[in-house]
């Protein structure tokens, strides 16, 4: 089976822009969840989808949003880029949502906001 | 909110010795995770814990969960340089909600 992919894996904005960072979970999972990684935050968990429906958010300004094809496949969008989103973006896939579910990670998408 | 505390925060190994990594929560864990992690790369699971007092083992990395599931440590055996990287630990405090990671250990295997 294919791992999770993710598209970009790298990209450099401006601020003010917009981006779109797609994430294509493994076959047959139907949980997508978006994390953003930075040096000083660590890990931090933005939103999970499950079958075309959000699930959770985290604590993110609206200018972050996303959502989940009904082929599971799953974009997220940050509008009006601050340079403090400089950050790697990761998903992750699992079979279900909820708990005790092993989630999967992509390669990341690397974010560059100048 | 629930948060995870990892200590060390770096640590830098001889091959071949034996090392161990903290992960506390300030809340009783529903289930608790450990990931590895190559700079830049996104996560490798390694091993998921849900019950007070497991313990599972994978290869040389064992990890623990204490009995009151507040903490889990993870121990290397004869390090090797492949085990570089950056350990993270994930957790759960109930079913429906997200996870939350530590901060990291980043370690470091030298010859």
């Known amino acids: 089976k294919a791992g999770v992919t993710q598209t970009p894996r790298y990209l450099i904005k401006t601020r003010g822009q917009q981006v779109t960072l797609s994430c294509s979970p493994i076959?047959?999972?139907?949980?997508v969840s978006w994390y953003q990684q930075t040096p000083g935050q660590g890990l931090q968990f933005l939103f999970e989808?499950?079958?075309?429906?959000?699930?959770n958010k985290g604590n993110f300004p609206g200018r972050f949003s996303g959502r989940q094809f009904s082929n599971s496949r799953s974009e997220m969008n940050v509008s009006t880029l601050e340079l403090g989103d400089s950050a790697l973006y990761l998903c992750?896939?699992?079979?279900?949502?909820?708990?005790?579910?092993?989630?999967?990670f992509g390669p990341g998408t690397r974010l560059t906001v100048l | 909110s629930q948060e995870l505390e990892q200590s060390p925060q770096s640590l830098i190994v001889q091959e071949g010795k034996n090392l161990t990594i903290n992960c506390t929560s300030s809340?009783?864990?529903?289930?608790l995770y450990w990931y590895k992690q190559k700079y830049g790369e996104g996560l490798i699971f390694l091993m998921m814990?849900?019950?007070?007092?497991e313990e599972k083992s994978h290869e040389k990395i064992t990890a623990k969960l204490d009995e009151k599931k507040q903490q889990s440590s993870l121990h290397i055996t004869a390090s090797q340089p492949s085990h570089a990287g950056i350990y993270l630990c994930?957790?759960?405090?109930?079913?429906?909600?997200?996870?939350?990671f530590g901060k990291g250990t980043r370690l470091s295997v030298i010859a």
């Open positions: 992750a896939s699992s079979e279900l949502a909820g708990g005790l579910n092993e989630q999967f």
């Open positions: 076959s047959g999972h139907r949980s």
């Open positions: 989808y499950f079958s075309e429906t959000q699930r």
């Open positions: 809340k009783t864990l529903y289930g």
């Open positions: 814990l849900q019950k007070g007092g």
């Open positions: 994930g957790a759960e405090n109930s079913g429906n909600t997200p996870l939350v």
